[in-house]
C-alpha cells in the first residue's frame, strides 16, 4: 500500500467547472505540498501547507491533519488547467510522492 | 535570474552503461534533491544534497549516487544501468537543509535500451 494515495486517478471536466482532487496518507507528516506538472514534465509547487487552508487565484488547498487528508480544489476551471496534479508528503527528512491526478478540461 | 537548469535534456544509453547527469540551482538555492519519475508515476527521491554531501536518501541501490560541489550544482551518476532506470530525472533546488519548498528543474529523460 503506497503512503500517499490520490483520487480520482484522471479527471476530465468542461471549462467553468469546479473540480476537486483528494489526497489521503497514512504516516504522520509534518507538512504537505500540491504541485504541478505540465506535459515534458516541468513541476511547479502550488502549495505547502500544515493544517487549515490556503488560497491563491482559483486555487484552493484544504488539510485535515487528523483525518489525514488534502483537497485541492479548481474554481472556475479552464483548459489552460489541463496538467497532471500531484500531492506530496513530508514525512521522516523524505518527501513522498503520489502518483497524481491527470486533469483534463475541455473548452 | 535563471531558475534551475539540468543537462542534457535527453539521453539514451545501454544495459550496463554509466551516466552522468548534471543539475544547476536556482540562484540562492544551496540544497538539490534528486527525483526519479517513471512514466505514469509520482516521482520516487533518490537523495538530497546539502554543504556537499548526501543528507538524506530514498530507497535505490548503491549504483546511484551524486556529489554536489562548492556552487552548489550537483551530479547524479548511475552505474550499471539496467531498463528500468528509464525514466524522467529531475533536479530540485532549496534553500537550507530538510527544506522541502522546491523548485523544479525541466528534468533528463533517460531511455536505456
Known amino acids: 500500500k503506497n503512503e500517499v494515495e490520490q483520487s480520482p486517478q484522471n479527471l476530465t471536466a468542461q471549462e467553468g467547472e469546479f473540480i476537486t482532487i483528494n489526497c489521503s496518507y497514512s504516516?504522520?507528516?509534518?507538512?504537505l505540498h500540491w504541485l504541478q506538472q505540465h506535459p515534458g514534465g516541468g513541476i511547479v509547487s502550488l502549495f505547502m501547507l500544515s493544517s487549515g487552508k490556503k488560497k491563491h487565484g482559483r486555487l484552493i488547498a484544504t488539510i485535515n491533519i487528523q483525518e489525514k487528508h488534502s483537497s485541492l480544489h479548481i474554481t472556475a476551471s479552464h483548459p489552460r488547467d489541463s496538467a497532471v496534479y500531484i500531492c506530496a508528503v513530508e514525512f521522516t527528512d523524505k518527501l513522498i510522492f503520489g502518483t497524481g491526478t491527470r486533469l483534463q478540461v475541455f473548452p | 535570474d535563471a531558475g534551475v537548469t539540468q543537462s542534457p535534456t535527453h539521453l539514451i544509453k545501454t544495459r550496463g552503461q554509466q551516466v552522468t547527469l548534471r543539475c544547476s540551482p536556482k540562484?540562492?538555492?544551496?540544497?538539490v534533491s534528486w527525483y526519479q519519475q517513471a512514466l505514469g508515476q509520482g516521482p520516487q527521491f533518490i537523495f538530497q544534497y546539502y554543504e556537499e554531501e548526501e543528507r538524506q536518501r530514498g530507497n535505490f541501490p548503491d549504483r546511484f549516487s551524486g556529489h554536489q560541489f562548492p556552487n552548489y550544482s550537483s551530479e547524479l551518476n548511475v552505474n550499471a544501468l539496467l531498463l528500468g532506470d528509464s525514466a524522467l530525472y529531475l533536479c530540485a533546488s532549496s534553500f537550507g537543509r530538510g527544506q522541502w519548498r522546491q523548485f523544479f528543474g525541466p528534468g533528463t529523460r533517460l531511455t536505456v535500451l
Open positions: 540562484s540562492g538555492h544551496d540544497t
Open positions: 504516516v504522520g507528516i509534518s507538512a
